[in-house]
């Protein structure tokens, strides 16, 4: 069985939620044990909230139970204070303030695992200056940017998941805010992540070992 967030934003979730959520993103607590602290740790559970997350991916072996016990003090903080109206909900490790849905027929959510596309791509782009400049002067960005080059693979991640949504993981809070605000574009005319060309380009490399 595979799960999908519920995505659609009416009044009702809005009223659940606030206005500011982003339902189509989940937040990954594979990594949230890394942290020294558990200031620092609800700190940064704090910020994936306040940037409007309502889903966070959570497991049993996240720190040996460590991630679940650190979600469930966030939890318990937010219920104290009387906000959200709702039980937050666990369903197959994503833990909800809102229900996810189930179904076999659903589309899945992807895990937002880029580090390994990033330094890939990155380190390609910055050995080869005439390949940069190329992607530079089709894409309008400099695509060896780590931000750039993470925000159009969260969006390509997004765009081919219309349905559902998509996890990803950080241990700074700053990510957090770039993340929703790249999730947050639409794709038009006025778009500045230009997916179509980015995709263009990464399919244009020999990516094997020792390709040209």
Same mark, same amino acid.
């Given at each position: 069985?595979?799960?999908? $967030?519920?995505?659609?934003?009416?009044?009702a979730?809005?009223?659940?939620?606030?206005?500011?959520?982003?339902?189509? %993103?989940?937040?990954?607590?594979?990594? %949230?044990?890394?942290?020294?602290?558990?200031?620092?740790?609800?700190?940064?559970?704090?910020?994936a $909230? !306040?940037?409007?997350?309502?889903? $966070?991916?959570?497991?049993?072996?996240?720190?040996?139970?460590?991630? !679940?016990?650190?979600?469930?003090? $966030?939890?318990? %903080?937010? %219920?104290?204070?009387?906000?959200?109206?709702?039980?937050?909900?666990?369903?197959?490790?994503?833990?909800?303030?809102?229900?996810?849905?189930?179904?076999?027929?659903?589309?899945?959510?992807?895990?937002?695992?880029?580090?390994?596309?990033?330094?890939?791509?990155?380190?390609r782009?910055?050995?080869?200056? !005439?390949?940069?400049?190329?992607?530079?002067? !089709?894409?309008?960005?400099?695509?060896?940017?780590?931000?750039?080059?993470?925000?159009?693979?969260?969006?390509?991640?997004?765009?081919?998941?219309?349905?559902?949504g998509?996890?990803?993981?950080?241990?700074?809070?700053?990510?957090?805010?770039?993340?929703?605000?790249?999730?947050?574009?639409?794709?038009?005319?006025?778009?500045?992540?230009?997916?179509?060309?980015?995709?263009?380009?990464?399919?244009?490399?020999?990516?094997r070992?020792?390709?040209?």
């Open positions: 069985m595979q799960t999908t $967030f519920n995505t659609s934003i009416g009044p979730l809005e009223f659940l939620y606030g206005k500011r959520a982003n339902v189509r %993103l989940g937040f990954g607590c594979a990594s %949230l044990m890394r942290l020294p602290s558990r200031r620092r740790r609800q700190a940064l559970l704090a910020e $909230f !306040e940037q409007g997350i309502r889903h $966070f991916d959570v497991a049993r072996m996240y720190g040996l139970g460590a991630a !679940e016990g650190e979600l469930g003090r $966030f939890a318990a %903080l937010l %219920l104290s204070t009387g906000w959200p109206q709702c039980v937050p909900q666990l369903h197959n490790d994503i833990f909800s303030f809102g229900a996810p849905q189930t179904s076999g027929k659903v589309p899945p959510i992807y895990f937002g695992v880029f580090a390994e596309a990033l330094s890939r791509i990155r380190a782009l910055l050995a080869d200056e !005439e390949l940069r400049a190329t992607w530079q002067q !089709e894409t309008g960005l400099d695509c060896a940017d780590s931000k750039v080059l993470a925000r159009l693979l969260l969006q390509d991640a997004l765009d081919r998941n219309r349905a559902g998509v996890i990803f993981a950080t241990t700074r809070p700053q990510r957090i805010g770039e993340a929703v605000a790249a999730a947050s574009v639409r794709r038009g005319p006025n778009v500045p992540a230009p997916l179509d060309t980015f995709r263009r380009l990464v399919a244009g490399v020999d990516w070992a020792g390709g040209a």
